[in-house]
């Protein structure tokens, strides 16, 4: 026992020497920003819309919202609390990311989204929900698994401001994450298969949207933000990429409605309002 409590003095002297700071669970920036920062994955070389369809989503969502802020670009993932951007820096201090930056909005805009009815709040979940199974496919599909279209589109915007050497490395990993993904939840890649569910369910948004301003009338809400996400990066991103082609654009194309809602939604949105 006096051995064991020598060791523990012992011990208790070694760690004084590197005193450790204990921080709160939620991480605390020193500054505090006086308006709320969401940080995104670089946005175009053009200072517009980030080329990632959840930052641009949750851009659409704040706006859409008239949530207070300011966006700026970011280049790690890895700064996230979650480990994948965007994340939002609160005026509270907290970095919130995912869901919760959808219930950071919700809580401090409740008027946000209160036009609709309660079946209408189920089928504006269930319709983000099917982008996001749906749509999503398409995009990774026709952005990181043809190589053309990966050397074209999304290895420049990865590579964008970096130096050598991780201006070559960091877009080939990026590129093998993505294609992990897209095997873990599809046993495999079958392009007949994923512009089939792409078809689906942009024939359900174009049905939903008829010719209503937004997916639930003269307002837009979550599934607005989510759906024009999915529209506007693989209609613009392709369309000004010499050598690359989008299968899923082609499909988009097809409904006009749809083309349509992205640009009044872009031109109503964005233009005046970017950085």
């Given at each position: 026992?006096?051995?064991?409590?020598?060791?523990?003095?012992?011990w208790?002297?070694f760690?004084?020497?590197?005193?450790?700071?204990?921080?709160?669970?939620?991480?605390?920036?020193?500054?505090?920003?006086?308006?709320?920062v969401?940080?995104?994955f670089?946005?175009?070389?053009?200072?517009?819309?980030?080329?990632e369809?959840?930052?641009l989503?949750a851009?659409?969502?704040?706006?859409?919202?008239?949530?207070?802020?300011?966006?700026?670009?970011?280049?790690?993932?890895?700064?996230?609390?979650?480990?994948?951007?965007?994340?939002?820096?609160?005026?509270?201090?907290?970095?919130?990311?995912?869901?919760?930056?959808?219930?950071e909005?919700?809580d401090?805009?409740?008027?946000?989204?209160?036009?609709l009815?309660?079946?209408?709040?189920?089928?504006?979940?269930?319709?983000?929900?099917l982008a996001?199974?749906?749509?999503?496919?398409?995009?990774?599909?026709?952005?990181?698994?043809?190589?053309q279209?990966?050397?074209?589109?999304?290895?420049?915007?990865?590579?964008?401001?970096r130096?050598?050497?991780?201006?070559?490395?960091?877009?080939?990993?990026?590129?093998?994450e993505q294609?992990?993904?897209?095997?873990?939840?599809?046993?495999?890649?079958?392009?007949?298969?994923?512009?089939?569910d792409?078809?689906?369910?942009?024939?359900?948004?174009a049905?939903?949207?008829?010719?209503k301003?937004?997916l639930?009338?003269?307002?837009?809400?979550?599934?607005?933000a989510?759906?024009?996400?999915?529209?506007?990066?693989?209609l613009s991103?392709?369309?000004?990429?010499?050598?690359?082609?989008?299968?899923?654009?082609?499909?988009?194309?097809?409904h006009?409605?749809?083309?349509?809602?992205?640009?009044?939604?872009?031109?109503?949105?964005?233009?005046?309002r970017?950085?």
């Amino acid at each position: 026992m006096e051995y064991l409590t020598a060791a523990q003095q012992q011990w208790t002297a070694f760690t004084a020497r590197f005193p450790l700071e204990t921080k709160e669970p939620v991480w605390t920036p020193e500054n505090v920003p006086a308006v709320s920062v969401l940080f995104v994955f670089n946005r175009a070389a053009n200072g517009t819309t980030s080329m990632e369809v959840d930052s641009l989503a949750a851009q659409a969502l704040l706006l859409f919202a008239g949530y207070p802020h300011i966006v700026k670009d970011c280049h790690e993932h890895d700064q996230s609390p979650s480990g994948q951007l965007p994340y939002l820096l609160t005026t509270k201090g907290k970095a919130l990311a995912g869901r919760e930056i959808i219930d950071e909005v919700m809580d401090q805009i409740p008027g946000f989204g209160s036009h609709l009815k309660s079946t209408e709040k189920a089928d504006s979940f269930a319709i983000s929900s099917l982008a996001e199974s749906k749509l999503h496919f398409g995009l990774l599909y026709d952005l990181w698994y043809s190589p053309q279209n990966s050397l074209k589109v999304a290895f420049p915007q990865y590579s964008h401001d970096r130096p050598w050497p991780l201006k070559e490395v960091l877009p080939r990993i990026r590129r093998w994450e993505q294609m992990d993904w897209m095997l873990k939840h599809h046993v495999t890649i079958d392009k007949e298969e994923i512009l089939d569910d792409v078809k689906v369910a942009l024939s359900a948004y174009a049905v939903q949207l008829d010719q209503k301003q937004y997916l639930f009338g003269s307002k837009p809400t979550l599934a607005d933000a989510t759906l024009f996400a999915y529209l506007h990066i693989l209609l613009s991103t392709f369309n000004t990429a010499a050598g690359s082609h989008s299968h899923a654009r082609d499909i988009i194309m097809r409904h006009d409605n749809l083309v349509q809602y992205a640009r009044r939604i872009w031109g109503s949105w964005f233009t005046e309002r970017i950085e």
